[in-house]
């Protein structure tokens, strides 16, 4: 089994990471993790390459994700929630799926991914919701050919109390890990 894993925090020991961290360790199989703060990867620039053939114009480490989406059985989703929606790096490596989107809508082409399964890790505070940034990152997950994508989940009080200790959202991290370590799509 191999999973794919998203990180949209900035912060290497934050809410997000805790919750990643009880992921990782209880997850079987390969695991890459795309730092979004810290990896070499550049938003889309809208060259229209994808729009005439497959792959990307831009050379950079987006290369190795579109490998190993190939063939992996899961992709996550780990954001916090910065007004109401995913981080920006986040947006920003997710602006790269484009050429998944191209493949099914201007080139009438499969995208040579294999179904998937996805699910989304949100963490915030404040008077935000997570509503629209669960909604972008389902839409991220479909152009990544996630077939079945678990409910949401969310610790979404991190101002009073810090992730690791929202017994819900632990819970559903773990509901994750069964859900990602069951049968294929």
Do not use: W
């Amino acid at each position: 089994m191999k999973t794919l894993i998203f990180n949209g925090s900035p912060r290497k020991n934050g809410d997000t990471v805790s919750l990643l961290k009880i992921l990782t360790e209880q997850l079987p199989g390969e695991v890459k993790i795309v730092e979004a703060y810290r990896c070499n990867i550049s938003p889309c620039l809208d060259c229209r390459y994808c729009k005439e053939r497959s792959g990307c114009a831009i050379q950079d480490e987006m290369q190795d994700v579109y490998e190993y989406l190939r063939d992996c059985d899961n992709v996550l989703i780990a954001s916090p929630v910065y007004f109401s929606e995913l981080t920006g790096p986040m947006l920003s490596v997710g602006s790269r799926l484009q050429t998944y989107f191209c493949s099914r809508f201007f080139r009438k082409e499969d995208s040579g991914l294999i179904p998937k399964k996805g699910a989304v890790l949100l963490v915030g505070g404040g008077d935000g919701k997570p509503d629209k940034a669960y909604e972008t990152a389902k839409v991220l997950l479909k152009n990544m050919n996630c077939k079945e994508i678990y409910p949401l989940v969310c610790s979404h009080n991190t101002d009073k109390v810090p992730a690791i200790e929202d017994a819900q959202a632990v819970a559903g991290v773990e509901e994750i890990v069964s859900f990602f370590s069951c049968a294929e799509v």
